[in-house]
């Protein structure tokens, strides 16, 4: 069932216009909701807390869509990702399939974010700050929802500089929903880690994953965490994933460090697939892009 957490207020729904009403062809009162269904939460969302424009077309912004929860597409030690069906009732052309990935509060994590991650990075709202140097109330309720909104911020970032990651949708709270990168009856693109193929083709995917990281360096960052594990190859394309702990490699202290490491997990995974690669030199590229 869609946890609470995650649901949007529910009297949002019942405050639209008769014409909106007329527009869905059906009333809230038409439509009953089962276990593991919503009302959509997009209404709810505030413009900062919604994709970047231009919206690509399968994202469907319609009051009246309904969520329903379809199962577990991946549990973590910090959150876990679930596969989400948004449609309009009674209209085909409104439906996606969207990842919904969910933090769980601080007191549930099995791993908690080393603060190698945060250095350089500023809490704008100065109360929040204080809250969270103070562990009151509050500041455990930021703290919760400080990487859902650190990782939707780096996925708009991204996706604004062209980089190959999912379309944020919107984040709510503790929730992101994002691009579902897989196939249209719900089968998740395979990461690079499950990938075996041709060494011509392996070589393919090798400069996709140098190309995003260079767009990553252009814009002064690194992935901070890359590894064969939160790269998805999908029809051909690769797409990188898992990105709260974006890295400034100028702000932060550890930055050059953790693109070294970014490269190292790479490369060594290359390698091991008997591809001639060189860590040290993918490193010393990306410095040049990243200071150029």
């Known amino acids: 069932m869609i946890p609470s957490s995650a649901s949007p207020d529910a009297s949002a729904s019942f405050f639209l216009s008769a014409a909106d009403d007329d527009d869905l062809g059906l009333s809230f009162a038409d439509v009953d909701l089962a276990d593991g269904q919503r009302w959509t939460t997009w ?20 009051a009246g869509a309904v969520d329903t929860e379809l199962g577990i597409l991946k549990t973590g030690k910090e959150a876990d990702v679930f596969l ?3 449609a309009v009732p009674g209209d085909p052309a409104q439906r996606t399939l969207l990842a919904a990935k969910r933090y769980r509060s601080p007191d549930h994590r099995a791993f908690h974010r080393s603060a190698v991650y945060t250095e350089g990075r500023r809490t704008r709202n100065s109360r929040d700050a204080r809250a969270l140097a103070r562990k009151s109330e ?8 400080q990487w859902s909104f650190a990782e939707f911020e780096a996925l708009r970032r991204m996706h604004e500089l062209g980089a190959p990651v999912p379309y944020p949708v919107q984040v709510t709270g503790t929730e992101v929903l994002m691009e579902f990168i897989g196939s249209a009856d ?24 140098g190309d995003l990281m260079r767009v990553f360096a252009r814009a002064g960052l690194a992935h901070g965490d890359l590894s064969p594990y939160n790269l998805l190859v999908h029809d051909g394309r690769v797409v990188v ?10 702000a932060n202290p550890q930055g050059l460090d ?32 990243s200071f150029g």
């Open 43 to 62: 209404p709810t969302a505030t413009p900062t807390e919604r994709g970047p424009e231009p919206r690509p077309g399968w994202v469907v912004t319609s």
């Open 84 to 86: 989400l069906e948004r």
């Open 138 to 145: 509050h500041g455990r309720e930021v703290a919760a929802a």
């Open 186 to 209: 719900g089968v998740g693109a395979p990461r690079l880690a499950q990938v075996r193929h041709h060494p011509d083709l392996l070589a393919e995917l090798f400069a996709q994953v």
């Open 241 to 250: 994933i898992d990105l709260p702990q974006i890295v400034d490699t100028v």
């Open 258 to 289: 953790l693109l070294h490491r970014d490269c190292v997990n790479v490369c060594d995974w290359f390698a091991r697939q008997r591809l001639d690669v060189d860590a040290e030199a993918l490193f010393g590229e990306l410095v040049a892009e």
